[in-house]
T-cell receptor, first 116, second 113 residues
Framework: DTEVTQTPKHLVMGMTNKKSLKCEQH?????MYWYKQKAKKPPELMFV???????INESVPSRFSPECPNSSLLNLHLHALQPEDSALYLC???????????????FGPGTRLTVL | AQSVTQLDSQVPVFEEAPVELRCNYSSSVSVYLFWYVQYPNQGLQLLLKYLSGSTLVKGINGFEAEFNKSQTSFHLRKPSVHISDTAEYFC???????????FGGGTRVLVKP
Protein backbone atom coordinates (compact mmCIF):
# COMPACT_ATOMS: atom_id res chain seq x y z
CA ASP A 1 0.00 0.00 0.00
CA THR A 2 1.65 3.24 -1.16
CA GLU A 3 -1.25 5.53 -0.43
CA VAL A 4 -1.21 8.92 1.21
CA THR A 5 -4.68 10.28 1.93
CA GLN A 6 -5.66 13.89 2.41
CA THR A 7 -8.86 15.48 3.67
CA PRO A 8 -10.75 17.49 2.71
CA LYS A 9 -10.40 17.46 -1.09
CA HIS A 10 -11.65 21.03 -1.33
CA LEU A 11 -11.84 23.80 1.24
CA VAL A 12 -13.21 27.33 0.98
CA MET A 13 -12.52 29.64 3.88
CA GLY A 14 -12.72 33.29 4.79
CA MET A 15 -9.76 35.30 5.98
CA THR A 16 -10.93 35.15 9.59
CA ASN A 17 -11.63 31.41 9.69
CA LYS A 18 -9.60 28.69 11.35
CA LYS A 19 -9.42 25.38 9.53
CA SER A 20 -7.19 22.31 9.37
CA LEU A 21 -5.90 20.04 6.63
CA LYS A 22 -5.26 16.40 7.42
CA CYS A 23 -2.84 13.88 5.93
CA GLU A 24 -2.48 10.19 6.75
CA GLN A 25 -0.16 7.38 5.68
CA HIS A 26 0.14 3.78 6.84
CA UNK A 27 3.38 2.83 5.11
CA UNK A 28 5.48 3.12 8.26
CA UNK A 29 7.22 6.18 6.84
CA UNK A 30 9.01 8.38 9.36
CA UNK A 31 9.23 11.50 7.22
CA MET A 32 6.25 13.64 6.21
CA TYR A 33 6.10 16.81 4.16
CA TRP A 34 3.78 19.70 3.34
CA TYR A 35 4.02 21.38 -0.07
CA LYS A 36 2.17 24.31 -1.58
CA GLN A 37 1.47 24.29 -5.32
CA LYS A 38 0.16 27.27 -7.25
CA ALA A 39 -1.41 26.78 -10.67
CA LYS A 40 1.05 25.85 -13.42
CA LYS A 41 3.96 25.83 -10.96
CA PRO A 42 5.98 23.06 -9.29
CA PRO A 43 5.36 22.18 -5.64
CA GLU A 44 7.14 24.36 -3.07
CA LEU A 45 8.30 22.74 0.15
CA MET A 46 6.79 24.22 3.31
CA PHE A 47 7.57 21.86 6.20
CA VAL A 48 9.30 18.55 6.85
CA UNK A 49 8.75 16.30 9.84
CA UNK A 50 11.19 13.58 10.75
CA UNK A 51 10.24 11.11 13.48
CA UNK A 52 7.37 13.40 14.46
CA UNK A 53 9.66 16.38 15.00
CA UNK A 54 9.75 19.46 12.78
CA UNK A 55 13.07 19.39 10.97
CA ILE A 56 12.59 21.91 8.16
CA ASN A 57 10.50 25.09 8.05
CA GLU A 58 11.00 26.89 4.78
CA SER A 59 10.32 30.34 6.28
CA VAL A 60 6.58 29.81 6.09
CA PRO A 61 4.35 32.53 7.63
CA SER A 62 3.02 31.76 11.09
CA ARG A 63 -0.56 31.68 9.82
CA PHE A 64 0.36 28.12 8.74
CA SER A 65 0.96 25.85 11.72
CA PRO A 66 1.96 22.21 11.20
CA GLU A 67 1.40 19.43 13.68
CA CYS A 68 2.43 15.77 13.71
CA PRO A 69 0.38 14.01 16.41
CA ASN A 70 1.84 10.57 15.60
CA SER A 71 3.91 8.82 12.97
CA SER A 72 0.93 8.31 10.64
CA LEU A 73 -0.74 11.70 10.83
CA LEU A 74 0.18 15.19 9.72
CA ASN A 75 -2.01 18.26 10.13
CA LEU A 76 -1.74 21.77 8.80
CA HIS A 77 -3.64 24.35 10.84
CA LEU A 78 -4.71 27.47 8.99
CA HIS A 79 -5.61 30.82 10.54
CA ALA A 80 -6.05 34.33 9.15
CA LEU A 81 -5.06 33.32 5.64
CA GLN A 82 -4.83 35.70 2.70
CA PRO A 83 -6.34 35.25 -0.76
CA GLU A 84 -2.84 34.66 -2.15
CA ASP A 85 -2.65 31.53 0.01
CA SER A 86 -5.18 29.88 -2.31
CA ALA A 87 -3.41 26.86 -3.79
CA LEU A 88 -3.23 23.07 -3.87
CA TYR A 89 -1.69 21.79 -0.64
CA LEU A 90 0.09 18.48 -1.05
CA CYS A 91 1.23 16.10 1.62
CA UNK A 92 3.98 13.55 1.01
CA UNK A 93 5.79 10.89 2.98
CA UNK A 94 9.03 8.94 2.64
CA UNK A 95 10.82 6.29 4.60
CA UNK A 96 13.46 8.63 6.01
CA UNK A 97 14.52 12.21 5.64
CA UNK A 98 17.85 13.97 5.64
CA UNK A 99 19.68 10.68 6.00
CA UNK A 100 19.76 9.90 2.32
CA UNK A 101 18.47 11.46 -0.85
CA UNK A 102 17.38 8.17 -2.39
CA UNK A 103 14.04 7.76 -0.69
CA UNK A 104 11.00 8.22 -2.87
CA UNK A 105 8.43 10.71 -1.71
CA UNK A 106 4.85 9.49 -2.08
CA PHE A 107 2.31 12.24 -2.59
CA GLY A 108 -1.32 12.51 -1.62
CA PRO A 109 -3.99 13.90 -3.98
CA GLY A 110 -3.94 17.30 -2.31
CA THR A 111 -6.42 19.72 -0.80
CA ARG A 112 -7.52 22.56 -3.04
CA LEU A 113 -7.82 25.62 -0.81
CA THR A 114 -9.63 28.80 -1.75
CA VAL A 115 -9.38 31.81 0.55
CA LEU A 116 -12.05 34.46 0.04
CA ALA B 1 23.06 24.20 -4.34
CA GLN B 2 21.19 22.18 -6.91
CA SER B 3 18.78 23.29 -9.61
CA VAL B 4 16.67 21.71 -12.33
CA THR B 5 15.69 23.16 -15.70
CA GLN B 6 12.95 21.72 -17.85
CA LEU B 7 13.53 23.26 -21.22
CA ASP B 8 10.00 22.97 -22.58
CA SER B 9 7.03 24.37 -20.71
CA GLN B 10 4.56 22.74 -23.08
CA VAL B 11 4.82 19.86 -25.55
CA PRO B 12 1.92 19.11 -27.90
CA VAL B 13 2.09 15.65 -29.45
CA PHE B 14 -0.19 13.46 -31.53
CA GLU B 15 -1.47 10.16 -30.18
CA GLU B 16 0.86 7.21 -30.92
CA ALA B 17 3.77 9.56 -31.66
CA PRO B 18 6.95 9.51 -29.57
CA VAL B 19 7.67 12.19 -27.00
CA GLU B 20 10.82 13.42 -25.25
CA LEU B 21 10.80 15.75 -22.27
CA ARG B 22 14.09 17.45 -21.54
CA CYS B 23 15.55 17.92 -18.07
CA ASN B 24 18.94 19.39 -17.15
CA TYR B 25 20.28 19.69 -13.64
CA SER B 26 23.15 21.40 -11.92
CA SER B 27 24.74 20.20 -8.74
CA SER B 28 28.18 20.16 -7.20
CA VAL B 29 27.63 16.77 -5.57
CA SER B 30 26.18 13.40 -6.45
CA VAL B 31 22.53 13.59 -7.34
CA TYR B 32 19.52 11.38 -7.47
CA LEU B 33 16.99 12.12 -10.19
CA PHE B 34 13.25 11.61 -10.36
CA TRP B 35 10.42 12.09 -12.82
CA TYR B 36 6.93 12.64 -11.45
CA VAL B 37 3.64 12.95 -13.33
CA GLN B 38 0.66 14.98 -12.19
CA TYR B 39 -2.67 14.27 -13.86
CA PRO B 40 -5.30 17.02 -13.74
CA ASN B 41 -6.59 17.67 -10.22
CA GLN B 42 -4.39 14.99 -8.69
CA GLY B 43 -1.21 14.66 -6.66
CA LEU B 44 2.20 13.65 -8.00
CA GLN B 45 2.98 10.06 -8.96
CA LEU B 46 6.50 8.71 -9.37
CA LEU B 47 7.26 7.59 -12.94
CA LEU B 48 10.87 6.54 -12.42
CA LYS B 49 14.07 7.39 -10.62
CA TYR B 50 17.82 7.17 -11.10
CA LEU B 51 19.90 6.41 -8.04
CA SER B 52 22.96 4.63 -9.46
CA GLY B 53 23.97 1.87 -11.86
CA SER B 54 22.54 1.56 -15.36
CA THR B 55 22.00 4.95 -16.93
CA LEU B 56 18.84 3.80 -18.73
CA VAL B 57 15.95 3.67 -16.31
CA LYS B 58 12.59 2.15 -17.10
CA GLY B 59 9.48 3.32 -15.32
CA ILE B 60 5.75 2.83 -15.27
CA ASN B 61 3.36 3.35 -18.18
CA GLY B 62 6.06 2.70 -20.81
CA PHE B 63 8.27 5.66 -19.87
CA GLU B 64 12.05 5.54 -19.71
CA ALA B 65 14.79 8.06 -19.00
CA GLU B 66 18.51 8.22 -19.60
CA PHE B 67 20.97 9.71 -17.15
CA ASN B 68 23.83 11.51 -18.87
CA LYS B 69 26.40 12.73 -16.39
CA SER B 70 28.59 14.55 -18.91
CA GLN B 71 25.63 16.54 -20.20
CA THR B 72 23.96 16.76 -16.77
CA SER B 73 20.71 15.62 -18.32
CA PHE B 74 17.92 13.20 -17.47
CA HIS B 75 15.54 13.25 -20.43
CA LEU B 76 12.25 11.34 -20.32
CA ARG B 77 10.95 9.43 -23.34
CA LYS B 78 7.99 7.39 -24.42
CA PRO B 79 7.90 5.73 -27.86
CA SER B 80 4.13 5.99 -28.34
CA VAL B 81 1.85 8.22 -26.28
CA HIS B 82 -1.81 7.81 -25.45
CA ILE B 83 -4.46 10.40 -24.77
CA SER B 84 -4.25 9.39 -21.11
CA ASP B 85 -0.64 10.65 -20.98
CA THR B 86 -1.93 14.22 -21.05
CA ALA B 87 -0.53 15.60 -17.80
CA GLU B 88 2.14 17.78 -16.20
CA TYR B 89 5.56 16.18 -15.84
CA PHE B 90 8.10 17.27 -13.24
CA CYS B 91 11.78 16.45 -13.12
CA UNK B 92 13.29 16.61 -9.63
CA UNK B 93 16.67 16.16 -7.99
CA UNK B 94 17.83 15.37 -4.48
CA UNK B 95 21.36 15.18 -3.17
CA UNK B 96 23.26 12.71 -1.04
CA UNK B 97 23.06 15.16 1.84
CA UNK B 98 19.36 14.81 2.24
CA UNK B 99 15.97 14.06 0.85
CA UNK B 100 14.92 17.59 -0.05
CA UNK B 101 13.55 17.56 -3.58
CA UNK B 102 14.24 20.40 -5.99
CA PHE B 103 11.69 20.47 -8.81
CA GLY B 104 11.95 21.79 -12.32
CA GLY B 105 9.29 24.13 -13.63
CA GLY B 106 7.27 21.32 -15.21
CA THR B 107 6.37 20.36 -18.77
CA ARG B 108 2.76 20.16 -19.80
CA VAL B 109 2.15 17.36 -22.31
CA LEU B 110 -0.98 17.65 -24.41
CA VAL B 111 -1.74 14.54 -26.46
CA LYS B 112 -3.97 15.21 -29.45
CA PRO B 113 -6.06 12.58 -31.25
Amino acid sequence: DTEVTQTPKHLVMGMTNKKSLKCEQHMGHRAMYWYKQKAKKPPELMFVYSYEKLSINESVPSRFSPECPNSSLLNLHLHALQPEDSALYLCASSQEVLARGTDTQYFGPGTRLTVL
Amino acid sequence: AQSVTQLDSQVPVFEEAPVELRCNYSSSVSVYLFWYVQYPNQGLQLLLKYLSGSTLVKGINGFEAEFNKSQTSFHLRKPSVHISDTAEYFCAVSGAAGNKLTFGGGTRVLVKP
